[in-house]
T-cell receptor
Framework: DTEVTQTPKHLVMGMTNKKSLKCEQH?????MYWYKQKAKKPPELMFV???????INESVPSRFSPECPNSSLLNLHLHALQPEDSALYLC?????????????FGSGTQLSVL | KQEVTQIPAALSVPEGENLVLNCSFTDSAIYNLQWFRQDPGKGLTSLLLIQSSQREQTSGRLNASLDKSSGRSTLYIAASQPGDSATYLC??????????FGTGTSLTVIP
């Protein structure tokens, strides 16, 4: 199994809603990532979990909250988002998170904030 | 901070043509470089991974080269097909322990 599974594929939410994005991999990888991608732009790193230790991109607003319940699961909790947060949210994993291993991406969640 | 640039931003070629996509990066202290393919609204698929000690990697009709000292990589696609139409991104992993993605090249192969 070389897949990273993301749910849901599409999400529409209002600015007062709370929602969660989910990501799962069964490749035994110990590093998992959240990226945000706006249209026609490269992915931007939001968060990295490596051996359950979180690294944060300090430019990410606190309305995004990651959670790593175990080494196979990664969630992104969303609260009080703004319309400019509308984007494709991508989850990825790699073996250990060091030395630039091959990255495996999920198919993404297309988020629209109204 | 590492900056990764891809030229051209968009490319349109007739089916069967060989083509080259370019990637340049500003800091040569990298561990590896990866080429990805992305279809519209989808995730990224890793095509080729070149370690910093390697000069090139091949997979089927794809060949990627790396010149670390000059901060350049190329992705060569032989005998292009309409199914190759997608956006191609390169990404470097450098001493800052982070992946830096390029701006992407949008490829259209015309039947």
């Amino acid at each position: 199994d070389t897949e990273v599974t993301q749910t849901p594929k599409h999400l529409v939410m209002g600015m007062t809603n709370k929602k969660s994005l989910k990501c799962e991999q069964h490749m035994g990888h110990r590093a998992m990532y959240w990226y945000k991608q706006k249209a026609k732009k490269p992915p931007e790193l939001m968060f990295v979990y490596s051996y359950e230790k979180l690294s944060i991109n300090e430019s990410v607003p606190s309305r995004f909250s990651p959670e790593c319940p175990n080494s196979s699961l990664l969630n992104l909790h969303l609260h009080a988002l703004q319309p400019e947060d509308s984007a494709l949210y991508l989850c990825a994993s790699s073996q250990t998170g060091t030395r630039g291993e091959k990255l495996f991406f999920g198919s993404g969640t297309q988020l629209s904030v109204l | 901070k590492q900056e990764v640039t891809q030229i051209p931003a968009a490319l349109s070629v007739p089916e069967g043509e060989n083509l080259v996509l370019n990637c340049s990066f500003t800091d040569s202290a990298i561990y590896n470089l990866q080429w990805f393919r992305q279809d519209p609204g989808k995730g990224l698929t890793s095509l080729l991974l070149i370690q910093s000690s390697q000069r090139e990697q091949t997979s089927g009709r794809l060949n990627a080269s790396l010149d670390k000292s000059s901060g350049r990589s190329t992705l060569y696609i032989a005998a292009s097909q309409p199914g190759d139409s997608a956006t191609y991104l390169c990404a470097v992993f450098d001493a800052g322990n982070q992946f830096y993605f390029g701006t992407g090249t949008s490829l259209t192969v015309i039947p």
